[in-house]
């Protein structure tokens, strides 16, 4: 892992960012005695780690006591896409704009690009552990699809905060049942992108004892701003 640039922020947080290898990537940490828990955030399925949504749930998070880690993983972000995802993402706008049924098209995209984001996500956890600043537990907050698989294979992960926004391939609608750590779901009730009942029915297979479901009314962008405060007081449960 190469550090690349670094500044001291406004509200004390430091944030550097990193190669390692191919994957680029933001840590966000503030000056701890101790090795601050790690969060992994993730964005949703293709967006850049420079998104300003992320770049704030990240820096909020830190301020709060945690490491914070995104990366552009494998066709997220402004690394290389494949010809297939491009057609994909075509084919997609062009069923929208239609009004056809896109979840096959949805498949055919967001499943590969879940499967290449894995890796990225598991080497970088691997490096970051290794700084003295950064120890454990590790959390995961973002992006469901991505955040199901991760915490399916990845015994690392202690707890997870998901977004119920955007599409969940098959293959992780699965893997939820076999996912036994504590989890905050946030669904947003009136998401235009997101069959709310579908949401609803994947929060009910998650095999953990300790699930907690919070919905909003409003559309894809409209969480409310005390339900990252509500997430940073989950992640205190289950981290520190």
């Not at 830190?62 to 066709?75: L, N």
């Not at 995209?109 to 879940?114: A, M, N």
């Not at 970088?124 to 590790?138: I, K, M, S």
Request: aromatic fraction near 8%; charged fraction near 25%.
């Amino acid at each position: 892992m190469q550090f690349t640039s670094q500044q001291r922020l406004d509200d004390g947080v430091l944030e550097r960012e990193f190669t390692l290898g191919e994957i680029p990537g933001t840590l966000w940490t503030t000056e701890s005695p101790a090795p601050a828990p790690l969060i992994l955030m993730a964005h949703n399925n293709g967006l850049p780690k420079a998104d300003p949504r992320l770049v704030a749930r990240g820096r909020y998070t830190a301020a709060c006591g945690y490491a914070v880690a995104t990366i552009d993983a494998a066709g997220c972000g402004d690394r290389p896409r494949s010809a297939a995802d491009e057609q994909a993402r075509a084919d997609l706008r062009r069923a929208m704009r239609a009004g056809e049924p896109v979840d096959e098209i949805f498949e055919s995209f967001i499943g590969p690009l879940v499967e290449n984001a894995v890796p990225d996500w598991r080497t970088t956890l691997d490096a970051l552990l290794e700084l003295p600043e950064v120890g454990g537990p590790v959390g995961y907050s973002g992006w469901m699809a991505l955040g199901v698989r991760l915490a399916a294979i990845e015994p690392r992960i202690a707890a997870a905060g998901f977004f119920a926004g955007g599409y969940v391939p098959r293959a992780q609608r699965e893997e939820a049942r076999q996912i036994t750590v504590p989890l905050l779901m946030l669904l947003q009730w009136d998401d235009e992108g997101n069959p709310r009942q579908r949401a609803l029915d994947l929060f009910d297979a998650f095999g953990s004892k300790e699930k907690t479901l919070h919905a909003n009314l409003g559309g894809h962008t409209g969480t409310p701003r005390f339900e990252l405060e509500d997430g940073g007081r989950f992640l205190d449960r289950h981290l520190k």
